[in-house]
């Protein structure tokens, strides 16, 4: 048996087939279109996957329990936009829509970095943050369903402009767009490469970065004492270079640092596949 999965990200649409085990038997991408294209393209994508009666999707932003997208700040034109209930009626199968980066901290909790944990925290570091937090062995969705929009939590009072419209949110600081930003329009990828060949500049940008990731994931075990933080996103492929670095300035900013047990810091296991590996596996495993 498989199941299909499809991660909606800031850029593109990642769709994966596995099999009950979380292995990915077939994958495809496209560009992430204009909200009001988004359920012609899932669909496609899920004919162009077939072999299986549901389908798991992982779209940023606030999802409704039933799959309404009430907003998406990274995704043009997301307002109240039905992909849930649409996919139902057009493939007549099970359809089940969840916040994207909550499905990456399923797929990571079940078959990646986090397996076994019964309190986690994963962190989707792409072109916003997103998150997934694990607490008694359950996924947290909270009471609305829109549970672990960490990247917007304020960090910078006054700080700069986010695209959710407030000012000093930890995604303006610590996301791939935030590097572009702290470096003067450098993609996090030449950044780290920069940084890796000795240029001062990209290593300052990059001192600075990992600060400002150390500043959200301390704030997240003062809240949820998690014993495993996964940092997973697009970032994540050029993060293992920097992730020393997070881990001083982590454990500088975390409350009573010397008093407590630190989580452990890891990188994802399942990289930019996370996504849509939650999507598959949440219908059978959820």
């Known amino acids: 048996m498989s199941f ?41 994508m899920f004919h162009e996957l077939s072999g299986t009666q549901s ?4 779209v940023p932003g606030l999802i409704t329990p039933d799959g309404i997208v009430r907003a998406s700040p990274n995704m043009k034109g997301a307002h109240n936009i039905a992909v849930g209930p649409e996919l139902r009626s057009r493939l007549g199968i099970n359809v089940h829509v969840e916040n994207d980066a909550t499905m990456a901290a399923f797929g990571e909790w079940q078959a990646g970095a986090a397996r076994g944990a019964m309190n986690a925290v994963i962190v989707t570091l792409g072109t916003g943050i997103g998150g997934g937090i694990v607490m008694g062995g359950q996924l947290q969705r909270g009471a609305n369903g829109f549970a672990g929009e960490i990247g917007h939590m304020v960090v910078q009072h006054d700080g700069e402009q986010c695209v959710c419209g407030r000012r000093g949110c930890w995604e303006r600081y610590a996301s791939g ?25 990209a290593q300052s940008v990059v001192a600075k970065f990992a600060d400002w990731v150390a500043v959200g994931l301390a704030s997240l075990t003062n809240i949820c004492d998690p014993e495993v933080i996964v940092i997973g996103g697009g970032v994540v492929q050029s993060f293992s270079s920097v992730l020393d670095s997070v881990a001083k300035s982590f454990s500088s ?12 810091l890891r990188t994802a296991a399942l990289g ?8 598959a596996l949440f219908l059978s495993l959820g």
């Open 253 to 264: 900013a975390l409350y009573s640092s010397d008093s407590r047990p630190h989580p452990a």
């Open 55 to 58: 389908l798991g999707v992982g």
């Open 4 to 44: 299909v999965g499809i991660d909606v990200g800031g850029t593109k649409c990642h769709g994966v087939r596995v099999d009950e085990h979380g292995l990915v038997l077939e994958e495809i991408r496209y560009p992430t279109p204009h909200a009001s294209e988004l359920v012609d393209l899932l669909e496609a």
């Open 272 to 279: 930019e596949r996370a996504g849509a590996i939650g999507c």
């Open 177 to 201: 767009s935030a590097l572009r930003f702290l470096s003067g329009g450098m993609s996090g990828e030449e950044v780290f490469a920069a940084a890796d060949a000795g240029d001062s500049h």
